[in-house]
């Protein structure tokens, strides 16, 4: 079928004429049910002055719009008004918008710059950023509560970028970071609680119970090691380890910072710091002997003394303490030398204790 050209009457705006053919200047205004526009790429710009109703948008692709309050009937845009619309990157002012999917938009609200959304149910308010994901709401609130979700970590920024709190999940454990002037002060840990710097404020605390904290690096309550010879060891008048040869029952508060390792009868020292190490050390021999007893860390002598002790006054005790600085891998020990061939027997009740300071 060939194109068609539309004739029109002339009219000189009282009386009819010829017939003529429409030309391209030629127009039917909207009032009159035309578009207004000679031309359909004309036809955008002649709607930017003309509210527009529910009745004549729909299919519309309407690009930047500006909708401002009284435009359109009541200022409101509905699921009825708006339908099968893609509006892209409107100003929406006094209006309100529901049952409507709408992307990339400014709300102003006449109320005091405030900005009121909640759900179909009244109560509840979700922002998702897709159905089906697996942490859809980042921001959910119900109830009174307000619930903020996120696949990996939130991070509390200044408008600088300075940091202010950290919620990691990228460890796996949930982590809680808290910043001063940009510098971590406070962190949440398996241990319980790291704290770096000074904890100020009063000068005591009462009915206060602390625990599965850390200072400077270290837990507190302080962490120890004890070990108690439940059997008598092994005559030897050799230098040996105390313990050798005997049961013994051993204590540990956390052995993340040290433990004991009864096969070879010594402590393990798994964090920095300084500690104290205190022999309680009751023994027999055979005739009169000297006995070295020595506190060692690794192979290097901490505190040393010589006992004189007779078979005839055994059991004797001995009690020897050493204060010193070690790191991850050290390890702690004692041990006793005969000056000849007389045999120390280690007895049942010695004790050993390794307590960190800082």
Known sequence: MADKIPVKFNYDGTTPSALGEFTSEDTVPVLNGGTGVSSLDLLGLSLSSIDVSSASVSATKLISPTIEFGSLSGGAIVGATVSSTLINSPTITGASVSATVVSGVNFYTPDAGAFNCMGDDGVSFLMKRENGATYENLIKSNEGTITIQSEDDIHFLSNTGEKFMRLNESGGDGEVELYY???????????????????????????????????????????????????????????????IGAAIT??????????????????????????????????????????????????????????????????????????FNAVATDTVSATTT???????????GTTMILKRLN
């Open 181 to 243: 002037n940009n510098v971590l002060i406070l962190e949440t840990t398996s241990k319980g609680l790291t704290i770096t710097g000074a904890v100020e404020g009063p000068t005591s605390v009462s009915a206060t119970a602390v625990s599965g904290v850390t200072f400077n690096g270290m837990s507190y309550p302080p962490p120890f090691a004890y070990a108690q010879l439940t059997g008598d060891g092994t005559a030897e008048d050799g230098e040996q380890n105390v313990g």
């Open 250 to 323: 051993d204590v540990v508060s956390d052995s993340n910072y040290l433990d004991w390792d009864d096969t070879n009868k010594y402590f393990n020292v798994s964090a920095t710091g300084t500690y104290e190490f205190t022999l309680k050390l009751i023994t027999t021999v055979g005739g009169t002997s000297n006995i070295t007893i020595k506190l060692k860390k690794n192979a290097v002598i901490l505190n040393t003394v010589v006992s004189r002790i007779h078979s005839s006054i055994d059991p004797t005790e001995t009690t020897l303490t050493a204060v």
């Open 338 to 348: 005969d000056d000849n061939t007389d045999e120390i027997t280690v007895i049942s």
